[in-house]
């Protein structure tokens, strides 16, 4: 019989680790390792888009230094490959920053708050979230008016929360792990601010949000109820488009448990859009599908969102040929979840991947703002508790904790990273806005199809 490490044998295991990579290198950061260019790299990931949105995402990357890192996920992807790594791996979020966690509805009805976007998710080094994490409270305190050393004071409590609730999974009997939920949340400003807006973010709010009253074909007032437009936000899609969105329901169906297709099946669809959200995701295909249960008081709304393979794809061996993307998504999702969409599956658009999940059903997110003054320092341990459930979940929580030791080095030089990072994103986003003022060239974007 094939001998199962023991924990003493898996923490051995982490440990023997630090010769790979010592726990004080994950500091450096040097620019000159870069083998390719950001403004090339994001010129690349546009090929696939919308060509009349790709200025739309631009726009939202230039907003801000925080703004062009939400965006630029290809480029750290990139500068990650290049360096140094553990060889632990695990499920990684690959867009971890502070905006992509949020509340949301679980299957039970209750709200819960966790990492809530998984476009990039993979199975790749461990360190690679906690880096981009890292960088992202720098970014984020910095845009607040952060002083260095409060930026600094986060990425450390970031990093001895995980390293603490690494240390306890690992202890924990395994299925008490898949059960462990984080209680103190409502005690966390800037995470009880998004548990409100979750909280009023029901279906008849999105439904008074997203939609009007329709029209009858003789221009008068009708019962149902249609998407309000906004192009190019949110546009009405009709003819073969509307009828190849609604056909991938078909194929949607079953990657649902039994019993959500029994849910789904007593809902009819009455419209579909198009939607633009987020910032990394602007420029895909993004669908947006209002049906009716049980008459007007019970709409639901399905987003169909197209997912391109991951940016470390090009990087991790053997992660580059997924079967399909959207499955990659819902997998990566449902292992580093507490609890999932109950929605939650994937289908194909004209040979394009897509993810498929609800859109808006009390979800909430945080608000940079949120994390002024005493905020970030808040909401960076619960970004630690949850990234270190999530990678115990999908990983081993032994190694883990093997390697990490009491995380004092570690700590620190994710902290010298960060800074140094962060700093190297104002020094791109600068590049950017340069660029932008020069003359356009051509883009590389194929043309607009379903």
Same mark, same amino acid.
């Given at each position: 019989m094939a001998h199962f490490p023991n924990p003493q044998e898996r923490r051995a295991l982490g440990r023997a680790r630090r010769k790979q990579m010592a726990r004080q290198d994950h500091a450096h950061?040097?620019?000159?390792?870069?083998?390719?260019?950001?403004?090339?790299?994001?010129?690349?990931?546009?090929?696939?888009?919308?060509?009349?949105?790709?200025?739309? /995402?631009? %726009? #939202?990357?230039?907003?801000?230094?925080?703004?062009?890192?939400?965006?630029?996920?290809?480029?750290? +992807? $990139?500068?990650l490959a290049v360096m140094a790594n553990t060889g632990i791996v695990t499920q990684i979020c690959g867009d971890a920053h502070v905006c992509?966690?949020?509340?949301?509805?679980?299957?039970?009805?209750?709200?819960?708050?966790?990492?809530?976007?998984?476009?990039?998710?993979?199975?790749?080094?461990?360190?690679?979230?906690?880096?981009?994490?890292?960088?992202?409270?720098?970014?984020?305190?910095?845009s607040t008016g952060c002083k260095k050393g409060t930026c600094e004071n986060a990425v450390l409590t970031f990093m001895m929360q995980y390293r603490k609730f690494?240390?306890?999974?690992?202890?924990?009997?395994?299925?008490?792990?898949?059960?462990?939920?984080?209680?103190?949340?409502?005690?966390?400003?800037?995470?009880?601010?998004?548990?409100? /807006?979750? %909280? #009023?973010?029901?279906?008849?709010?999105?439904?008074?949000?997203?939609?009007?009253?329709?029209?009858? +074909? $003789?221009?008068?007032?009708?019962?149902?109820?249609?998407?309000?437009?906004?192009?190019?936000?949110?546009?009405?899609?009709?003819?073969?488009?509307?009828?190849a969105v609604l056909a991938s329901l078909v194929a949607y169906n079953e990657t649902l448990q039994p019993e959500r297709r029994h849910f789904l099946a007593q809902y009819h669809p009455l419209d579909v859009a198009f939607k633009v959200v987020g910032t990394g995701s602007v420029g895909l295909r993004d669908y947006v599908i209002y049906f009716e249960g049980n008459g007007p008081?019970?709409?639901?709304?399905?987003?169909?969102?197209?997912?391109?393979?991951?940016?470390?794809?090009?990087?991790?061996?053997?992660q580059g040929l997924a079967l399909h993307q959207g499955q990659r998504v819902v997998n990566g999702q449902r292992a580093m979840q507490f609890q999932s969409d109950p929605f939650l599956g994937w289908t194909t658009i004209a040979n394009r991947h897509y993810e498929v999940r609800q859109l808006n059903d009390h979800k909430g997110t945080?608000?940079?703002?949120?994390?002024?003054?005493?905020?970030?320092?808040?909401?960076?341990?619960?970004?630690g508790e949850l990234l270190a459930r999530g990678h115990a979940r999908s990983g081993d929580a032994c190694v883990l904790a093997g390697y990490i030791g009491?995380?004092?080095r570690m700590g620190e030089a994710l902290m010298r990273f960060a800074d140094a990072y962060a700093s190297q994103t104002e020094k791109d986003w600068e590049e950017l806005k340069a660029a932008k003022k020069r003359p356009v060239r051509k883009t590389v974007a194929s043309k607009t199809s379903s």
């Open positions: 950061w040097r620019a000159e390792a870069r083998r390719h260019k950001p403004l090339v790299l994001m010129e690349e990931s546009m090929r696939g888009r919308v060509p009349q949105l790709i200025a739309v /995402k631009y %726009e #939202r990357m230039l907003a801000s230094p925080f703004g062009y890192f939400r965006g630029a996920a290809p480029v750290m +992807a $990139a500068d992509n966690l949020g509340a949301f509805a679980a299957p039970d009805g209750r709200l819960v708050f966790d990492i809530n976007d998984f476009d990039e998710t993979i199975r790749a080094p461990f360190e690679w979230d906690l880096k981009r994490l890292a960088t992202s409270l720098v970014l984020a305190g910095r690494v240390e306890m999974f690992a202890r924990m009997p395994l299925i008490e792990m898949t059960h462990f939920q984080v209680h103190r949340l409502q005690r966390i400003s800037p995470v009880s601010k998004a548990l409100l /807006k979750a %909280e #009023r973010s029901t279906p008849t709010f999105t439904l008074e949000q997203l939609t009007v009253p329709g029209k009858t +074909a $003789a221009g008068r007032p009708s019962s149902n109820r249609v998407f309000k437009e906004n192009k190019p936000l949110l546009a009405r899609v009709s003819g073969g488009q509307r009828r008081g019970d709409p639901l709304f399905l987003q169909i969102k197209e997912e391109p393979g991951s940016a470390y794809a090009p990087y991790v061996s053997g945080i608000a940079i703002e949120d994390l002024a003054d005493g905020g970030l320092n808040e909401y960076a341990e619960v970004c009491n995380g004092k």
